[in-house]
């Protein structure tokens, strides 16, 4: 049993109803306290009831009226003549009062911390002002049915409007701005609960935010301004209203010198500080007037002035409250200033961008920042102290004129480029950017300025990059076009003069062949270069197929020493082959391994003479592991049902992807011909480019035969390097994988 009274204590309901009745016993006991502060049944000065009814709900929520409710009714039957239909009108009037103030303080946003005018001013005119009305008709009605009858109906209504909105005015700010703070609760279970003084602290350093343990001085100094302060405020609400001897012994009406340490609080301690001093204020004067002493006593009649201690205490309240939310709302501007400020600075500071600001009638510079000093490259004396004569040393003269119209005519400027001299007399293209802005009343144009010198070089060069690509496709794809158009008619020509020398033969002309021999030397020629063209033309359009199968190098190689055999006799060269034991098999696409091993091969045989030319073969493993597997792409397919598809036993889909490390098949060409010096070799791979113009002169070529061979091996997955020495010969070494493969994704494709 014990168990489950405790989870529902702890639970929302149990919550809920452990402060309905708090709610009502404060409500209760303030109630009972407050007959005591009644001289008669119309003498009201004010009621303490109403405040708190208004802060348990602004603070707590609406849904806590029953707390109201019932600490009225129990507060109205307490009395020997009450009846219970007047106590729940009674009950009914304050809820009513209480919940009309705390929805129209909602529909203005209402914070109850009272740090805005528009709060403190909802509060007077709102809850103080509109809600007391429904309390006070009530009252006055049933007191003129019940007691006085309707001659004193206005009167008493005057009285009870005031008792609650005084009361609502000195205890309602007294318990939000104090309450907000007691509500909070530590986030951490490890810590234990805070007492009563430790709240009480931390509200107070709340208040005090600049009060760091690094600044001791300014935390006794503020500590001591509030000591001093409520001393201070104590002895003079005392002798003010509560000594016997003011009266008799000073003949001035000193009521009002509260008011001074009303405008300190508000000034330095802010609502918090306000709520207190009116809180004080109102008991002391209230105790003044139950002693027969203080200001509101005529002393004449010894009858108390109630209506001026009302008007009194509400003049006092509004005044203090207008006068904290009003410098608590120029405090919050002045932070907020302070803090975009702050802001402005570090920007203005660490922006890349040029940031100037020139005042508005004279021209001058009062301050940029590194940005703008690094790009202008000057010193900042040297723009601070510049005149607007001075300007045309920075600004192109053409542009000059239209800087100074943008700076005089226009308040705000988007996106002007003006050209700038910097120090070192170079000319920077600037993207400005103006706006007319106050400065501490002054008129100043704020200048962003961005040097858009390299980007706008970078957006020419990318755009001369562009043009270049789009014309070398074209001249890419004019080459593989014309070279395709034009050996048709070669191959028709190398035909016709084949059959021509045969026939030539045959009937004896002897005269004729020799010619259409040359005739067919001389269009193989040129066939030759055609095919060249047209390979490097497909590989810079990205249009060169590859068709990979699995062959021997036995055979390979036995292919290019019968082609390459009668070109190293022509020269008298010495042809030697040299190939390794464990030799076997590549999968590779062996027309482009055989092109490109002639076209060295042919080479080194072309530019050696009574020399020797060699070919040696092996194979190595690369000792990277985390080298990526070689791949090429797939060769496209053709639509056309008429034209030759890719076989599958081309293509090889089916062939395993090898296994790491990688096995490459290294090829070296070795001659001992006229060599290259560092220059030509740095050259020698570029296209229609050879070693000089002698070398082109005496031996003849096109340059691309080194640039289409070293493209393919790279294609191919593999590599070719040279190297040379003037006179003593060259060595190319080509890396081709022993394996090479389609990639996953244009297989899929295909």
């Known amino acids: 049993m014990q168990i489950q009274f405790r989870n529902i204590v702890k639970g929302k309901a149990g919550q809920y109803l452990i402060l309905v009745w708090l709610v009502a016993v404060v409500y209760f006991a303030t109630a009972v306290t407050t007959e005591t502060l009644m001289l008669s049944s119309t003498d009201v000065i004010f009621l303490p009831t109403a405040g708190i009814a208004q802060a348990a709900l ?34 009914l009037s304050a809820t009513l009062q209480a919940c009309l103030g705390t929805w129209l303080l909602k529909k203005i946003n209402f914070s109850n911390r009272l740090q805005r005018l528009r ?31 309707w001659t004193k109906f206005f009167e008493v209504w005057t009285r009870y409007w005031l008792g609650n909105a005084i009361g609502i005015l000195v205890i309602t700010p007294f318990l939000l701005t104090w309450g907000i703070q007691l509500q909070k609760q530590p986030n951490s279970q490890n810590k234990s609960e805070p007492t009563f003084l430790d709240k009480i602290r931390q509200v107070w350093r709340d208040h005090h935010p600049e009060q760091t343990p690094t600044n001791q001085t300014a935390q006794y100094f503020n500590s001591w301004e509030v000591m001093g302060w409520l001393l201070l405020t104590l002895v003079l609400n005392w002798f003010v209203f509560c000594s016997r001897t003011r009266a008799a012994s000073i003949h001035y009406p000193l009521e009002y010198l509260p008011y001074p340490l009303i405008i300190w609080a508000s000034l330095r301690f802010g609502q918090r500080g306000v709520a207190i001093a009116h809180f004080l204020t109102a008991i002391f004067a209230v105790w003044g007037l139950m002693r027969d002493s203080g200001p509101f006593i005529d002393q004449t009649s010894n009858i108390p002035e109630i209506f001026s201690l009302q008007a009194f205490l509400g003049v006092m309240v509004i005044t203090g409250l207008v006068l904290a939310a009003t410098v608590a709302e120029r405090q919050q501007a002045e932070m907020a200033l302070r803090a975009s400020e702050e802001r402005f600075s570090k920007a203005f500071v660490a922006s890349p961008i040029g940031i100037g600001i020139c005042s508005f009638s004279d021209e001058r510079f009062l301050d940029v920042n590194e940005s703008f ?54 000319i920077r293209d600037w993207l400005m950017s103006i706006e007319l802005i106050d400065i501490s009343g002054i ?26 690509e789009a014309a070398n496709r074209a001249k890419s794809l004019f080459l593989a076009n014309m070279s ?19 026939d030539a033969q045959d009937l004896g002309l002897k005269d004729f062949v020799g010619d259409l021999k040359n005739i067919h030397i001389a269009g193989h020629h040129l066939l030759d270069l055609i095919n060249d063209i047209l390979d490097f033309s497909k590989i810079e ?39 390794a034991d464990n030799i076997d098999i590549m999968h590779s696409d062996i027309t482009k391994v055989r092109q490109s091993l002639l076209n060295l091969l042919s080479n080194a045989c072309k530019f050696t003479e009574q020399g020797q030319v060699s070919l040696k073969v092996w194979t190595e493993k690369d000792t990277d592991s985390t080298a990526e597997l070689p791949a090429i792409p797939a060769p496209e397919r053709l639509n056309s049902d008429s034209e030759k598809d890719v076989s599958t036993s081309e293509i090889n889909l089916s062939l395993p992807i090898p296994l790491q490390p990688i096995t490459y098949v290294i090829f070296q060409v070795i001659d001992t011909g006229i060599g290259m010096s560092s220059e030509q070799i740095a050259t020698v791979f570029n296209p229609f480019t050879q070693a000089d113009e002698s070398t082109t002169r005496k031996y003849g070529g096109t340059g691309l035969g080194l640039t289409i061979t070293r493209k393919l091996c790279e294609m191919m997955g593999g590599e070719l390097n040279v190297t040379s020495e003037l006179g003593q010969g060259s060595t190319f070494t080509m890396q081709l994988p022993q394996i090479l493969s389609y990639a996953s994704e244009d297989i899929a494709s295909n």
């Open 58 to 91: 602004l603070l707590f929520g609406g849904q806590y009226w029953p707390g109201i409710t019932l600490g009225t009714i129990f507060a109205n039957l307490s009395s020997p003549t009450a009846a219970i239909p007047t106590a729940i009108i009674y009950s």
């Open 119 to 149: 709060d403190a001013l909802g509060l007077i005119l709102l809850s103080a002002g509109v809600s007391t009305l429904v309390s006070s008709t009530v009252l006055s009605v049933e007191m003129s049915l019940s007691q006085f009858g």
């Open 373 to 426: 000093l690094d790009q202008l490259g000057a010193q900042k004396e040297q723009v601070l102290n510049a005149t607007p004569e001075s300007l045309n040393l920075w600004v192109a003269p053409d542009q000059y004129l239209q800087f100074r119209d943008s700076l005089q005519t226009q308040y705000r400027v988007s996106n002007l480029e003006i050209q700038v001299y910097n120090q070192a007399h170079e």
């Open 443 to 468: 008129e100043c144009l704020l200048m962003m300025a961005s040097d858009i010198t390299d980007q706008k070089q970078a957006a020419q060069l990318r755009n001369a990059k562009e043009t270049a």
């Open 484 to 502: 395709h158009e034009l050996r048709t008619p070669l191959n028709a020509i190398l035909g016709y003069s084949e059959l021509l020398r045969e």
């Open 541 to 579: 359009a990205g249009r060169m197929n590859f068709h990979l199968e699995t062959y021997k190098i036995a055979t390979l190689i036995w292919e290019v020493e019968t082609t390459i055999a009668p070109l190293a006799e022509k020269n008298a060269n010495t042809f030697i082959v040299d190939v």
